[in-house]
T-cell receptor
Framework: DGGITQSPKYLFRKEGQNVTLSCEQNLNHDAMYWYRQDPGQGLRLIYYSQIVNDFQKGDIAEGYSVSREKKESFPLTVTSAQKNPTAFYLC?????????????FGSGTRLTVV | GQSLEQPSEVTAVEGAIVQINCTYQTSGFYGLSWYQQHDGGAPTFLSYNALDGLEETGRFSSFLSRSDSYGYLLLQELQMKDSASYFCAVRDRTPLVFGKGTRLSVIA
């Protein structure tokens, strides 16, 4: 079955450390997205990519970086410049079919600063 | 910019019907969608409305009024497993913008 795979499920980061969250999809979707979710909050857009080798900043891009070298992969790096990185990170890709337009999400990565 | 308003919490009895409202403000509008998220899990797509009216998918229905910038999700024959957070999201020319979510608690 097609889907989005995020890894790792849990990640612990030390102060001043960069970490990379993996996101891989086999849905053949062009557009991919990274959202951040804090407890009791909605989803806030970090970065998105509509095509390989191209990406745009979202509402809260500061302290994050991405790459899109392959259609299947959209990794997110949380840099030491991100002062409050503890959150639930969700990767998604978009579909547009007979049932409408929407996102398929990965199972998420829960990042904690220790 | 865009903004969405939905109630933060709703409680309903098992077997009953509940409606979760969503009002939005956006400069452009293509459609309104709904997602379900259980605690600790990822959001899953429920429905998408591009045109006015009611869309039904099993026990779930979603309604849109473009002239009122308003939509709702209707859940019928509530089950305990429906306890989750529900998010509305607006599609315009940019990626989806999500509301803050409504936490639905289904009680016996």
């Amino acid at each position: 079955d097609g889907g989005i795979t995020q890894s790792p499920k849990y990640l612990f980061r030390k102060e001043g450390q960069n970490v990379t969250l993996s996101c891989e999809q086999n849905l053949n979707h062009d557009a991919m997205y990274w959202y951040r979710q804090d407890p009791g909050q909605g989803l806030r857009l970090i970065y998105y990519s509509q095509i390989v080798n191209d990406f745009q900043k979202g509402d809260i891009a500061e302290g994050y970086s991405v790459s899109r070298e392959k259609k299947e992969s959209f990794p997110l790096t949380v840099t030491s410049a991100q002062k409050n990185p503890t959150a639930f990170y969700l990767c998604a890709s978009s579909f547009d079919r007979g049932g409408g337009y929407g996102y398929t999400f990965g199972s998420g990565t829960r990042l904690t600063v220790v | 910019g865009q903004s969405l308003e939905q109630p933060s919490e709703v409680t309903a009895v098992e077997g009953a019907i509940v409606q979760i409202n969503c009002t939005y403000q956006t400069s452009g509008f293509y459609g309104l969608s709904w997602y379900q998220q259980h605690d600790g899990g990822a959001p899953t797509f429920l429905s998408y409305n591009a045109l006015d009216g009611l869309e039904e998918t099993g026990r779930f229905s979603s309604f849109l009024s473009r002239s009122d910038s308003y939509g709702y999700l209707l859940l019928q024959e509530l089950q305990m497993k429906d306890s989750a957070s529900y998010f509305c999201a607006v599609r315009d020319r940019t990626p989806l913008v999500f509301g803050k979510g409504t936490r639905l608690s289904v009680i016996a």
